[in-house]
């Protein structure tokens, strides 16, 4: 069971407010009575139920930083950092990234670029939980390199005709609207990218295989193909060839998104393996009474602490106004890294169960392997910092 109460490190007053306070009782709330009990189930079905995402528009978990006139709750980037956190303590990583994917890495670019008419036509149903969006921007042969993306969008009269394929698109199977990334400009290596609305059905549309990966096993992955896809002329989402601008803006916000689910992930496991050493007995004694488990495990916690501070003063700072793109890199290439570590230590902590499919830590050690490539693999995070302090 995940407590209700919550510690200071979780709520430094300086940095959150009641109403963060109150969306972290709601999550967790939510998670220990719709997703705990049910996850082992999702993770067979590779499926998410629509009701249970449906619950979370109607609880305002899906529009927490959009304007109260689509039905969201105008937070800001403090309330996106809580709903990760505890998204990422629920245990079940698939789930997380599909909500995230959903609030705060494919229906901004909609927000942020759409015109008052798109806007209107589909952001209260995505708030509501009665659409859920993907973000179809890595291929095949181009992830973290956007400039090489192959697939094309031509404008023929009064449509656009996409032709190409899309990669490891989180919601790629189940989503009803999807925001495409394509090229718009002249062949070959370049920034002249747009985005567009793409809905489920579209003719030329469609998903060509589900994934199957070692984690994340509830969130639905898949690869799209678009084969002389026609989308409206109306259906282009911002400026033509300025796609590439709209993508590297929201990654900032991403980043942010995934440091704070590592940084819940990494806090559950080490509880849950205090909870384990403790009653472990070994050699006529707790595991919890060997110095260099309890050490480790302390080391970890103080690590993720840090972790911890390091996201919230990022947060806070982009809720000012503030340009951290440093920072935001950092902490990505910091929580990739250490949730693994983390994980790697609590698995080795449980012994043989840890390597059961019955223990909570070997579906989380699978989930959190994802963590240090998805979003931007650790190597090219750490080449953003390092450009930056050149």
């Given at each position: 069971?995940?407590?209700?109460?919550?510690?200071?490190?979780?709520?430094?007053?300086?940095?959150?407010?009641?109403?963060?306070?109150?969306?972290?009782?709601?999550?967790?709330?939510?998670?220990?009575?719709?997703?705990?009990?049910?996850?082992?189930?999702?993770?067979?079905?590779?499926?998410?139920?629509?009701?249970?995402?449906?619950?979370?528009?109607?609880?305002?978990?899906?529009?927490?930083?959009?304007?109260?006139?689509?039905?969201?709750?105008?937070?800001?980037?403090?309330?996106?950092?809580?709903?990760?956190?505890?998204?990422?303590?629920?245990?079940?990583?698939?789930?997380?990234?599909?909500?995230?994917?959903?609030?705060?890495?494919?229906?901004?670019?909609?927000?942020?670029?759409?015109?008052?008419?798109?806007?209107?036509?589909?952001?209260?149903?995505?708030?509501?939980?009665?659409?859920?969006?993907?973000?179809?921007?890595?291929?095949?042969d181009a992830g973290s390199d956007l400039a090489s993306m192959r697939t094309t969008a031509v404008l023929q009269g009064d449509h656009w005709v996409l032709n190409g394929a899309k990669m490891f698109i989180t919601n790629g199977v189940h989503a009803n609207i999807y925001f495409?990334?394509?090229?718009?400009?002249?062949?070959?290596?370049?920034?002249?990218?747009?985005?567009?609305?793409?809905?489920?059905?579209?003719?030329?549309?469609?998903?060509?295989?589900?994934?199957?990966?070692?984690?994340?096993?509830?969130?639905?992955?898949?690869?799209?193909?678009?084969?002389?896809?026609?989308?409206?002329?109306?259906?282009?989402?911002?400026?033509?060839?300025?796609?590439?601008?709209?993508?590297?803006?929201?990654?900032?916000?991403?980043?942010?998104?995934?440091g704070a689910q590592t940084v819940g992930e990494a806090a559950r496991a080490i509880e849950l393996t205090l909870e384990w050493v403790q009653q472990r007995k070994a050699f006529g004694a707790s595991l919890w009474d060997k110095g260099a488990i309890r050490q480790r495990l302390?080391?970890?916690?103080?690590?993720?602490?840090?972790?911890?501070?390091?996201?919230?003063?990022?947060?806070?700072?982009?809720?000012?106004?503030?340009?951290?793109?440093?920072?935001?890199?950092?902490?990505?290439?910091?929580?990739?890294?250490?949730?693994?570590?983390?994980?790697?230590?609590?698995?080795?902590?449980?012994?043989?169960?840890?390597?059961?499919?019955?223990?909570?830590?070997?579906?989380?050690?699978?989930?959190?392997?994802?963590?240090?490539?998805?979003?931007?693999?650790?190597?090219?995070?750490?080449?953003?910092?390092?450009?930056?302090?050149?």
């Amino acid at each position: 069971m995940l407590e209700n109460r919550m510690t200071p490190t979780e709520f430094p007053h300086l940095v959150f407010r009641e109403e963060h306070e109150q969306l972290r009782r709601t999550v967790r709330r939510f998670v220990e009575e719709r997703v705990i009990p049910f996850g082992d189930a999702w993770e067979e079905s590779g499926f998410i139920p629509r009701e249970t995402l449906r619950e979370m528009g109607e609880l305002g978990l899906f529009g927490i930083r959009y304007p109260t006139e689509y039905g969201g709750s105008a937070m800001d980037t403090l309330g996106t950092v809580v709903l990760a956190e505890e998204l990422g303590r629920c245990t079940y990583g698939g789930f997380a990234a599909s909500v995230l994917v959903h609030t705060d890495m494919a229906s901004p670019h909609l927000y942020h670029a759409g015109t008052p008419e798109q806007k209107a036509r589909y952001l209260p149903d995505i708030i509501a939980g009665k659409s859920i969006a993907a973000i179809a921007m890595t291929e095949p042969d181009a992830g973290s390199d956007l400039a090489s993306m192959r697939t094309t969008a031509v404008l023929q009269g009064d449509h656009w005709v996409l032709n190409g394929a899309k990669m490891f698109i989180t919601n790629g199977v189940h989503a009803n609207i999807y925001f495409v990334a394509a090229k718009t400009g002249a062949p070959g290596r370049n920034h002249q990218i747009s985005m567009f609305i793409v809905e489920k059905g579209t003719p030329g549309f469609s998903v060509a295989r589900p994934l199957k990966k070692t984690g994340w096993l509830c969130s639905d992955t898949a690869e799209l193909t678009f084969a002389d896809c026609r989308v409206p002329a109306g259906n282009l989402l911002g400026e033509k060839d300025k796609g590439f601008y709209s993508l590297v803006k929201n990654l900032q916000n991403e980043r942010i998104t995934l440091g704070a689910q590592t940084v819940g992930e990494a806090a559950r496991a080490i509880e849950l393996t205090l909870e384990w050493v403790q009653q472990r007995k070994a050699f006529g004694a707790s595991l919890w009474d060997k110095g260099a488990i309890r050490q480790r495990l302390a080391m970890r916690a103080a690590q993720v602490e840090a972790a911890r501070a390091f996201l919230y003063s990022i947060a806070w700072r982009d809720a000012q106004g503030e340009r951290v793109a440093k920072e935001v890199s950092m902490l990505k290439a910091l929580c990739g890294t250490l949730v693994n570590e983390v994980m790697y230590d609590c698995v080795q902590f449980h012994g043989g169960m840890g390597y059961m499919r019955e223990t909570t830590v070997e579906r989380m050690s699978r989930d959190a392997r994802v963590q240090a490539i998805g979003g931007g693999a650790t190597e090219v995070m750490l080449e953003e910092v390092a450009k930056r302090m050149a």
